[in-house]
């Protein structure tokens, strides 16, 4: 059999290849050869086959063919061959094939090999494809290479030893005694993989952590490292763009991050570090800027000094005047992760962030949007408003709805005054009004018609807006609304605010009529206008028999809407004439609705999206007997077990459906924060709940003991227990108590616990004995949850958790399959 081609011969034909089609019949009539050469057992160009088979690998072709010659390979005696099948055991074996099990000897042959090339192979293949049989195998071998002399072997030990971890968690103490000397290395290459080693085994093991903190007294050893590292002179093999090994520098950052992290003694021994580091590193060149970034994110995430927070936001603000888009948009992120905790210091670079609002890139832009309105406070309304609405002025479209509800929000929790307050919200909604939210226009006349001094005034600002242009609907939807209430003022001049205009009233209707008519007017907008016209009948006096005429053209139109209004309109002319006045007299001052939850979902210009909402303390009267069932009212059926709470929560029904939209077809009930006195509790007739017996006494006399405890949620410091008893007497009944824990500095605040079974089960919720959840573990939040189980079915639950933290509303669902089987059995 003639020789096969070199690698280099195979690589210039396909290459010469002019087509899809003739490149696939070259590799076909290659591979052919290839599976001809390992049939013969050809020794000789195995390795050449295998190495063409990589290449064709690389190109998308398969080659798994080739992976019991990689074994071969192996097991040679000629490095030569040994490179190329390990190489190929790392391309085209992985963990979930048997046949990588067949590697476990050779590779343990080989990291006992006497050459330390060969044991780099190993320890690279071990720790690139290793399956968690092999590392229990293999673990023995790797700690004894990295606690050996030769760096080379002890930088690949290191790393293989990280694969280890994650694979087979609990072998991590194995290698605890051979980190004690790692970093007394002065080899970078091992300096570098061994805070690699050190990063995983903290973040996987608290108990690691809490080791490396005060026994090994790891972070002096790491602030003298850095130190040398920005301390040290020019280093030809360390040295990039004038900084020294700035990888290394890097890791070392986040590692003290971890260390750092909620604990005081660490924070301290690292505070000075990191100011030398900020101050001393050239900022001219991006592999500074890098380590800048790791030092904000490091100062920013342990318990810093203020000024030290500020020395990082300052960087921050630095890097907002940078040219490269990616420095300005990892800045603008990281203060907006930050803008919460360090208000104030974020605020002096206000002028700074609201330049990047001019950007041409869309995401910067979009980041600082979002920053923007999160510097928005008391004291700066008014400049930041004006900026932002000049943004939404010359903004792309994809920007206009977030804008316009954001300004929304501040307006009505910043605004200085009414006059400012509508004013804002008018140029909004002249300016991108088919993108603003629907509540948009029912929230401004609420606005207008609280604002009693301000009708003249609104009314002729609205009449002016409209003039000639109909193509802002919730605009020409709110003039027409407040044209019918107050059209008797715009006509009349009595506006004092900014000079008064001279209107008749036949220019108002012409006005409205022309709304009507108008192709960009919605069926929504012709029904405000035909509503206005037919108020202004009590407040206009000369033109009422044209307000008659137009009504009754109305009665016939093809919009069943607005012939409905129509005939009804008619019918008040003509045989209710006496009661017309009463009917359309002025609104009275209306109450504001609030949306108790963290999103609601609004439609924004034809399409579905959730707008966040500000988060109202929830009202602390009684809940109406009506909204009793609200939540199986939103099912729309009679198949959902009814879910009777033992105090009428004061929570508002959509809370609860919104749960229920996320869950499907699962009982849901909602925790009330505070339970009302007895007194005023309201008499609901509902069908009995088997455990309501329970509620007025205490939960057990006659417990089963001995059922485990579980930990239900466990995410961003706040931990969720259950503990369970269950009655002897009632076996179908299960009580749970919940205890909320918070690990965080801060309380977690208007917390809300929220859950739902499965429909074969009912679900009754007590109150909660506090809503704030305190910070540093230093108390719970405990609630009951009663559960009856008559068909004996496996308990499983869907939790959703709401609360404030930080300054910011956090919500999250979470699914509970754990339950112990004495819980339920």
């Not at 907002?320 to 360090?342: E, F, G, M, P």
């Not at 792309?396 to 929304?408: L, N, R, T, V």
Request: proline letters at 5%; charged letters at 20%.
């Amino acid at each position: 059999m003639p020789a096969p081609i070199r690698l280099r011969e195979l690589i210039r034909t396909i290459r010469t290849a002019r087509t899809q089609a003739e490149e696939r019949e070259m590799i076909q009539k290659e591979c052919a050869a290839i599976r001809s050469s390992f049939r013969e057992e050809d020794n000789t160009y195995r390795c050449r086959n295998v190495a063409k088979l990589l290449y064709m690998h690389m190109l998308g072709y398969p080659a798994h063919f080739g992976q019991l010659e990689c074994l071969k390979l192996i097991a040679s005696q000629k490095f030569t061959d040994k490179r190329i099948g390990y190489l190929g055991a790392m391309l085209l074996l992985d963990e979930r094939q048997d046949v990588h099990l067949l590697m476990t000897n050779c590779i343990k042959n080989d990291l006992n090999h006497s050459t330390q090339f060969v044991q780099g192979l190993a320890l690279c293949t071990l720790g690139c494809m290793g399956s968690s049989e092999m590392c229990r195998d293999l673990a023995g071998e790797v700690e004894k290479l990295l606690k050996t002399s030769n760096s080379y072997l002890r930088k690949k030990a290191a790393l293989c030893a990280v694969h280890v971890i994650r694979k087979v968690p609990e072998l991590m103490e194995m290698f605890l005694p051979a980190t004690k000397n790692l970093l007394n290395e002065k080899n970078h290459g091992v300096l570098h993989t061994s805070v690699v080693l050190l990063t995983e085994m903290c973040e996987r093991s608290p108990d690691m952590l809490a080791h490396f903190r005060k026994n090994e007294k790891l972070v002096p050893q790491l602030v003298r490292i850095l130190k040398n590292l920005i301390m040290s002179g020019y280093s030809p093999e360390h040295d990039v763009s004038g900084i020294s090994d700035p990888f290394l520098q890097v890791r070392i950052l986040r590692l003290l991050r971890i260390l750092g992290r909620n604990d005081d003694d660490s924070s301290e021994a690292m505070n000075d570090i990191l100011a030398q580091v900020a101050t001393n590193t050239e900022t001219s060149k991006n592999v500074g800027n890098a380590i800048l970034y790791e030092t904000v994110l490091t100062i920013m995430d342990i318990k810093s000094e203020s000024g030290l927070r500020v020395l990082a936001i300052n960087i921050l603000g630095r890097f907002l005047l940078n040219n490269d888009k990616n420095i300005r948009y990892v800045a603008l992120t990281s203060l907006l992760k930050t803008v919460q905790t360090d208000h104030n210091a974020v605020q002096r670079h206000r002028s700074t962030i609201v330049d990047c609002l001019k950007d041409l890139d869309v995401s910067i832009k979009r980041r600082a949007m979002e920053l923007s309105f999160a510097l928005v406070n008391g004291n700066n309304i008014r400049g930041m408003m004006k900026e932002l609405l000049y943004f939404l002025d010359s903004c792309e479209p994809e920007f206009k709805a977030d804008c316009a509800s954001g300004i929304f929000l501040a307006a009505e929790k910043y605004a200085p005054s009414k006059r400012w307050h509508i004013d804002t919200i008018m140029r909004v909604l002249t300016t991108a009004g088919s993108y603003v939210r629907d509540d948009a226009v029912p929230n401004l006349i609420q606005l207008i018609t609280n604002s009693v001094e301000m009708h003249a005034y609104t009314v002729q600002r609205l009449y002016k807006a409209i003039l000639g242009d109909y193509s802002q609907q919730p605009l020409v939807q709110v003039a027409a609304w407040c044209i019918g209430e107050y059209g008797d003022l715009l006509v009349s001049g009595q506006c004092e605010e900014e000079e008064p205009i001279q209107v008749t009233e036949d220019e108002v209707l012409d006005i409205l009529e022309s709304v009507l008519i108008s192709n960009m007017s919605t069926s929504v907008t012709r029904g405000y206008a035909l509503t206005a016209i037919m108020k202004l009948s009590t407040r206009f006096t000369c033109t009422v028999n044209r307000i008659k005429k137009v009504v009754s053209i109305y009665g016939s139109s093809i919009d069943v809407e607005l012939q409905q209004r129509a005939v009804e309109y008619n019918a008040l002319f003509k045989k209710y004439d006496h009661m017309r006045s009463a009917l359309l007299e002025r609104m009275p001052v209306m109450e504001k609705v609030t949306t108790n939850g963290p999103t609601e979902i609004v439609q924004t210009n034809g399409e579905t999206e959730p707008a966040p909402l500000e988060t109202k303390p929830p009202p602390s009267g009684p809940q109406p007997t009506s909204q009793a069932n609200d939540l199986l009212d939103l099912l729309g059926g009679n198949d959902i077990t009814p879910v009777i709470p033992t105090a009428p929560t004061s929570k508002p029904a959509s809370a609860g459906g919104e749960l229920l939209d996320l869950l499907g077809d699962i009982t849901l009930t909602g925790a009330p924060p505070a339970a009302p006195t007895p007194a005023s509790v309201p008499q609901i007739s509902q069908p009995p709940f088997l455990l309501d017996g329970l509620s007025s006494q205490p939960l057990f006399n006659d417990i089963t003991t001995g059922i485990p405890s579980i930990t239900a949620y466990s995410k961003n410091g706040l931990k969720i227990e259950f503990t369970f008893e269950r009655s002897n007497t009632n076996p179908s009944v299960t009580v749970i108590t919940i205890q909320a824990s918070n690990s965080t500095e801060l309380d977690m605040t208007d917390f809300v616990f929220q859950a739902a079974v499965p429909k074969t089960f009912q679900l009754q919720l007590l109150s909660p004995s506090s809503s704030i959840v305190p910070a540093f573990n230093t108390g719970t939040i405990t609630q009951v949850i009663k559960v009856l189980n008559p068909q004996k079915q496996q308990l499983r639950m869907r939790i959703k958790l709401t609360y404030n933290h930080k300054g910011s509303a956090m919500q999250d669902l979470a699914e509970v399959n754990n339950f112990p089987p004495q819980s339920w059995q």
